[in-house]
């Protein structure tokens, strides 16, 4: 099992550019999440899914959009990418029962120039 | 708001002692928090989780409390050895949605040979 695969795993950008990342798990988890982490921020969530065809927003969600079309899939677009936007992006998934852990995928390192 | 802190953002350890990591949460009671550790360039990787029922879990050489009066759970490493160097968050889940959790900023350890 690959369990949670992240791509790419590094990309720049220039200001106002988009882009997708992609996540894609194998655990066929129900859950799936979006997080950023910057230097002494932690890990923080922008946006999850609880299901094929549903999303929903976390802690910060802004300038950011996500899409779950397949159980297995999880896409977060940068529309037009800000200096701001510059982190590490990773994706978890877990199970329905919250005494599960999240399972990580190994991170994108994003730059926004 | 609930806020989740990890005091310590450096802690570096003779190899052989125990290792002791502190996480302490305000404004809100948590019915579990989890661990995981986190490599450099690597996503976050689930160790334990303990609940607030449960005063001490162990694992191999890692035992987590929980001291819902401290509001405060402490990870220990004993025997630490320099391959448990790494980055250790502490998350619980957060008061709304799904399973999110909410992390720490973590404390780096460094076990010194």
């Known amino acids: 099992n690959a369990g949670v695969t992240q791509t790419p795993k590094f990309r720049v950008l220039k200001t106002g550019q988009s882009m997708t990342l992609l996540c894609a798990q194998d655990?066929?988890?129900?859950?799936m999440y979006w997080y950023r982490q910057d230097p002494g921020m932690g890990l923080r969530l922008i946006h999850y899914s609880v299901g094929e065809g549903t999303t929903a927003k976390g802690e910060v969600p802004d300038g950011y959009n996500v899409s779950r079309l397949k159980k297995q899939n999880f896409l977060l677009g940068l529309e037009s990418a800000a200096p701001s936007q510059t982190s590490v992006y990773f994706c978890?998934?877990?199970?329905?029962?919250?005494?599960?852990?999240?399972?990580f995928g190994d991170g994108t390192r994003l730059s926004i120039l | 708001s609930q806020k989740i802190e990890q005091n310590s953002e450096a802690l570096n350890i003779q190899e052989g002692k125990t290792a002791t990591l502190t996480c302490n949460y305000t404004?809100?009671?948590?019915?579990?928090l989890q661990w995981y550790r986190q490599d450099p360039g690597r996503g976050p990787v689930f160790l334990l989780l303990?609940?607030?029922?449960?005063k001490e879990k162990r694992k191999e050489r890692l035992k987590v409390t929980f001291d819902t009066t401290l509001k405060q759970s402490l990870f220990h490493i004993t025997a630490s050895q320099p391959a448990d160097s790494a980055t250790y968050l502490c998350a619980s889940r957060t008061e709304t949605g799904a399973n999110n959790l909410f992390f720490g900023t973590g404390t780096r350890l460094t076990v010194i040979p």
């Open positions: 303990i609940r607030e029922n449960e």
């Open positions: 404004n809100y009671s948590p019915a579990y």
């Open positions: 655990m066929n988890h129900e859950y």
């Open positions: 978890a998934s877990s199970t329905w029962d919250s005494n599960q852990p999240q399972h």
